[in-house]
């Protein structure tokens, strides 16, 4: 089963989901922890259904072999679950028949059923804004509640949950006076940056323009908007040679600069250039230092090209994980090099003061699941979590395999721990030349996605998605599509990049900004192009006052109608004051809906000799702004979402 899911209860007849999960195409023994907490309580189960969801293939049928079943059988422990289950199903039936009664009004059976239980239907706040929403029909009332409500972080999870929005703003950097040809980084992609937060520098180095590797390095200056050339060419100051598909990495805390790795084009992978040179830039003095012209001759990598490098500040050590090895084209078989498959690199550590490497992990094509081996891949993501200690390594490519798991390595316990093996589709696209950043202060990761398997539908896409690491969940902030054919976004002033690869992105995770410059627009009929566009990308949920003017919007729209329904005048002239106040006329969906409550208001001549709502109606319609309002407050502040009558069947 390539897809399946696993239900559970106390009856066959009342099951919950306690997995969405998959098998792999294989005969290796899984194991899946299912649910078994409800809230702060532990569930029992008497009864497990496995329903399939995908085979394999379409002339698969669905088999399962041998399931074994491990929990907690003891009576003592499982009957005190029993037991709160049985007390928990009690008192969500009294809430049901609450909530049943107050919607129909009820008002006897509700106060009597209530008092008789002493069960509440949800949090006392909210009883007293439906107190001042349906009962007295005081909006101002309610509006200062939800006020003190937001202030007071009720509303949090709420917008923790909201999904970003990505805003591209373009950065054109400030002339220089006067302004001199090459103020500014050209057209190049392979190339490499990193960003100082603490003095909000921005460094690139190196890079392919199309026809030669470059050896520039360059430094932004975000409060200036200037681009400062450190070194036209690094070679002449002892530094790196032309290179492109390298690496680069910051020590904010030493001002330093590493650099490792490099491409060769197959004329030039001869053992003469076949060294993995090791450098490091020293900001303050401006100073390249040689550390060694060969990492392999000292326990470390062999020259790799699109691995991946993190530095551990605080203990002064760098980490570089796989990349494609570079061997001799000798085809001389008595030459050590030579290897008719492609070879990658394992994980390695270097530590700085001792200027010592350690192999950490070597490649394992094929990992056996319990070893905890790992693949080794090309152009993937590896970020380091300072405050957890964790490598978070995940996609890239290894020949014409496209990788899509996501694994953690701990650097202090040495461990390894797979968070996905690829199976969901709720994941970023696999492919190579994704850019990857991390935010552990928001505990998330950012994945701005390159070339991937659509690549040879001759246009690339780009897509944003972000990663919640407290709660293992993606989401796909936007996507973008750009085909060569699209006149339209060629002649217009684009309000994003366009999509590509071979970019590089940085993140200043204090002021919570993007950086992204250049990469390869992919456009077949300019496979030389290389991109110097430079941009920066503000993620944002909605704010509190945000959230706060929506629902004082909400309210008074509602208000707005029980006025329209006795008096228009007076409707139009709160439509024009109190309603227009909350309305973001910057909004277009905003700004439609507000036009349309006027146009309406005296759309229908019969209006003006409509009676005043009934009273039945106007409790309706007060309960239901009520229901609307509550979908902001957690669910264990709120009222049972499901309904009584739902539970009634033909």
Not at 85 to 100: M, S, T, V
Not at 394 to 423: H, M, P, W
Not at 538 to 558: G, S
Request: negative net charge; glycine residues 6%.
């Amino acid at each position: 089963m390539k897809k399946f899911k696993v239900y559970g209860g106390l009856a066959d007849d009342s099951m919950i989901e306690l997995l969405d999960g998959g098998l792999k195409n294989n005969n290796q023994t899984e194991c899946f922890n299912l649910k078994y907490i409800a809230g702060e309580n532990m569930f029992a189960c008497r009864y497990i259904k496995i329903v399939p969801i995908q085979s394999w293939g379409p002339s698969f049928n669905f088999s399962i072999w041998h399931v074994q079943l491990q929990g907690i059988e003891d009576w003592d422990f499982v009957k005190p679950c029993v037991s709160w289950f049985n007390f928990y199903r009690e008192r969500e039936a009294i809430r049901l028949c609450l909530k049943h009664f107050r919607q129909h009004n009820y008002t006897e059976a509700f106060e009597s059923l209530q008092k008789r239980t002493c069960v509440q239907l949800e949090d006392t706040l909210l009883t007293k804004l439906h107190q001042c929403l349906v009962i007295d029909g005081d909006y101002m009332a309610a509006e200062k509640l939800l006020i003190s409500a937001v202030h007071d972080g009720c509303l949090d999870n709420y917008l923790d949950q909201q999904t970003h929005k990505a805003k591209w703003v373009p950065i054109i950097p400030e002339p220089k006076i006067p302004e001199t040809e090459g103020s500014k980084p050209g057209m190049r992609g392979g190339h490499q940056m990193c960003i100082d937060v603490h003095t909000e520098n921005i460094y690139l180095f190196g890079g392919w323009d199309g026809t030669s590797d470059l050896s520039d390095l360059w430094c932004y200056h975000i409060p200036s908007g200037t681009w400062n050339c450190l070194s036209r060419d690094t070679t002449c100051q002892g530094g790196p040679t032309p290179r492109s598909c390298h690496k680069m990495c910051l020590d904010p805390e030493r001002k330093k600069i590493f650099v490792i790795g490099r491409y060769l084009d197959s004329q030039m992978r001869v053992p003469k250039y076949l060294k993995s040179d090791f450098f490091v830039y020293d900001i303050d003095s401006n100073q390249w230092t040689l550390i060694t012209d060969n990492t392999a001759e000292m326990g470390g990598p062999r020259l790799v090209f699109d691995h991946q490098v993190c530095m551990d500040v605080e203990k002064n050590t760098l980490y570089v994980f796989g990349g494609r090895i570079l061997v001799s084209n000798s085809t001389s078989s008595s030459d050590e090099n030579v290897c008719p498959e492609p070879m990658f690199s394992g994980l390695y550590s270097y530590h700085v003061p001792t200027n010592t490497w350690t192999k950490l992990r070597d490649d394992y094509p094929k990992p056996r699941r319990f070893d905890f081996e790992i693949k080794s891949r090309i152009g993937h993501s590896m970020l380091f979590h300072e405050k957890s200690r964790l490598l978070y390594i995940f996609a890239g490519q290894r020949a014409k395999e496209y990788l899509s798991d996501f694994f953690t390595y701990n650097v202090d316990s040495d461990r390894i721990d797979f968070i996905c093996d690829g199976s969901d589709n709720e994941l970023p696209p696999a492919g190579f030349t994704q850019r990857a950043t991390i935010d552990p202060e928001l505990n998330e990761i950012h994945v701005l996605s390159g070339s991937n398997k659509d690549k040879r539908d001759e246009h690339v896409k780009n897509s944003f998605w972000i990663y919640d690491i407290s709660h293992n969940k993606w989401s796909c902030v936007y996507q973008s599509e750009v085909r060569e054919n699209d006149s339209a976004s060629q002649n217009a002033q684009p309000s994003e990049p366009c999509p590509r690869f071979a970019h590089q992105l940085v993140y200043d995770h204090v002021k919570k900004v993007h950086y992204l410059f250049g990469g390869n627009p992919g456009r077949l009929h300019s496979p030389k192009m290389r991109l110097d566009d430079f941009w920066s990308l503000h993620l944002f949920r909605p704010t509190k006052e945000m959230l706060l003017r929506q629902c004082c919007r909400i309210i008074r729209q509602h208000k707005f109608q029980e006025i329209a329904s006795v008096d228009q005048i007076a409707a139009l002239q709160y439509l024009q004051t109190e309603l227009a106040s909350t309305v973001d006329h910057q909004n277009s969906e905003e700004t439609k809906e507000f036009q349309l409550l006027a146009f309406n208001l005296f759309k229908e001549k019969e209006k003006e000799a409509k009676d005043e709502l009934s009273v039945d109606e106007t409790f309706k319609r007060r309960s239901q702004l009520f229901e609307q309002l509550t979908e902001f407050f957690p669910d264990s502040m709120t009222q049972p979402k499901s309904n009584l009558i739902d539970l009634i069947s033909l």
